[in-house]
């Protein structure tokens, strides 16, 4: 049985940092991309980051390009967002997600496997 976990979500201050890791387990995806997504209350899935299968290239939602940074340890099979100069619009449910297909982009179709979240709360 395939698990992604995530971890890392809480309470931040705006302008603040938080890293979020999702660790998975049942397969092995060193050959195939990786993404993030968030849903706040009310609102669809949002695509936010995605990282291929050798970590070389990876693809940011406009909202978080230059604040956000998605990363990989494909030895430890994670992978990790880091979250700077947050914004209470960063509010959500944060969602790992993975692909069966060395990249993957901002579909959520595209991902066979999904965590079950962490919530990320960003004060004003």
């Known amino acids: 049985q395939v698990t992604l976990e995530e971890s890392g979500g809480g309470l931040a201050q705006a302008g603040g940092s938080l890293t979020l890791s999702c660790a998975a387990s049942g397969r092995i995806f060193t050959d195939d991309a990786m993404g993030w997504f968030r849903q706040a209350p009310g609102k669809e899935r949002e695509f936010v980051a995605s990282i291929d299968w050798s970590g070389s290239s990876t693809r940011y939602a406009d909202s978080v390009k230059g604040r956000f940074t998605i990363s990989r340890d494909s030895a430890q099979n994670t992978v990790s967002l880091q979250m700077d100069r947050l914004k209470p619009k960063d509010s959500a449910v944060y969602l790992c997600?993975?692909?069966?297909?060395?990249?993957?982009?901002?579909?959520?179709?595209?991902?066979?496997?999904w965590g079950q979240g962490t919530r990320v709360t960003v004060a004003s």
């Open positions: 997600a993975a692909a069966t297909t060395p990249q993957a982009f901002q579909w959520p179709w595209e991902y066979a496997y």
